[in-house]
C-alpha cells in the first residue's frame, strides 16, 4: 500500500485579487476540479479574507478547500485588524497559513507568535500550515538546515499529530524570484524536516510538507516527485488558472 500522505496544492493569493477575479478564478478551477472527476490531490484556495465569500460561492460544490492566510492567536478581543481562527472557520475555512516569510518579516512574528496562531488555528478545528524557511544570507552561511529545523520545532504546538498540522518549507530567497532550491537541496531540508519532527509530532510520517517558493508549472512535476514532498504552496502562479491547474496535474 502506498503510505505517502495525499498531496495538498495550495494557493496563496496574498494580498491579490478582488470579488469578481475571485469568482472567474475559483470558478473555473471549480469547473477543472469537477470535471477531472477523481483527483490525485487535494486542492486549497487561500485568498485574502474579504475575497472569501465570493471564492467559496464559486467553489460550489467542487473539492476545493478555502483557508485563510493568516489568523490571531486569541479566540476574540481587542485587536483592530485581526482575525481570529474560529471566524476563519466560520466563514467555511478548513486551513490557514502561519508563520509565512512575509508575516515573520512584516509584522515580526517570532516562533512564538507563530505557534500561537498554530495552536487557535487547531483550537477552532483549522490545519495550520506553518510556513519556515531560511533567508540567502543564512543558506550561504551553511545554516538552513539548522534555522529550519529549529524554527519547525518552535512553531508547531505540542499534541499536534499528521492530520491536525501541514508543514511548508519555503526558502524566503525563492519566494517570488523565480529562483529555486536545486532538488538534492529541497530533499534534504525535507528530510531533515521530516526527522525534526519525528517525536514532537504525531504519525510523523504522514504529515504533508508542501514546499513552496517559485514553483510554477514548468518546475511542478521535478518538485512535486522529491522524496518527503507531499505538495506545494504557490504564490504568483495560483493567480492563473491554467497555471495552478497545471501544477496540480504534475501531481
Ligand atoms: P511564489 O510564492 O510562488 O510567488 O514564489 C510562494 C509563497 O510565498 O507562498
Not at 117 to 135: N, S
Request: proline fraction near 4%; charge should be negative.
Amino acid at each position: 500500500m502506498d503510505n505517502t500522505p495525499r498531496p495538498l496544492i495550495a494557493g496563496n493569493w496574498k494580498m491579490h485579487g478582488s470579488n469578481a477575479f475571485a469568482a472567474e478564478l475559483a470558478g473555473s478551477l471549480s469547473d477543472k476540479v469537477s470535471n477531472a472527476g477523481h483527483n490525485s490531490f487535494d486542492m486549497l484556495l487561500c485568498p485574502p479574507a474579504p475575497l472569501m465569500g465570493s471564492t467559496l460561492a464559486a467553489i460550489g460544490a467542487a473539492s476545493i478547500a478555502l483557508g485563510g492566510q493568516d489568523c490571531h492567536s486569541a479566540e476574540q478581543g481587542a485587536h483592530t485588524g485581526d482575525i481570529s481562527a474560529g471566524m476563519l472557520a466560520d466563514a467555511g475555512c478548513s486551513y490557514v497559513i502561519v508563520g509565512h516569510s512575509e508575516r515573520r518579516a512584516d509584522h515580526g512574528e517570532t516562533d512564538d507568535v507563530v505557534m500561537g496562531k498554530a495552536a487557535a488555528a487547531q483550537t477552532a478545528g483549522l490545519a495550520p500550515i506553518v510556513c519556515v524557511g531560511e533567508t540567502l544570507d543564512q543558506r550561504d552561511a551553511g545554516e538552513a538546515i539548522e534555522v529550519v529545523t529549529s524554527q519547525v520545532v518552535g512553531s508547531v504546538p505540542d499534541g499536534s499529530s499528521a492530520g491536525t498540522i501541514v508543514i511548508a518549507y519555503e526558502p524566503v530567497w525563492a519566494i517570488g524570484t523565480g529562483r529555486t532550491p536545486t532538488a538534492v537541496d529541497i530533499e534534504k531540508v525535507h528530510g531533515a524536516i521530516r526527522s525534526a519532527i519525528d517525536g514532537v509530532i504525531g504519525n510523523p510520517g504522514q504529515v504533508r510538507l508542501l514546499y513552496g517558493g517559485s514553483v510554477k508549472a514548468g518546475n511542478a512535476e521535478e518538485i512535486l516527485a522529491l522524496e518527503n514532498v507531499n505538495g506545494a504552496l504557490v504564490g504568483g502562479a495560483s493567480l492563473k488558472a491554467e497555471e495552478f491547474w497545471a501544477i496540480a496535474q504534475a501531481c
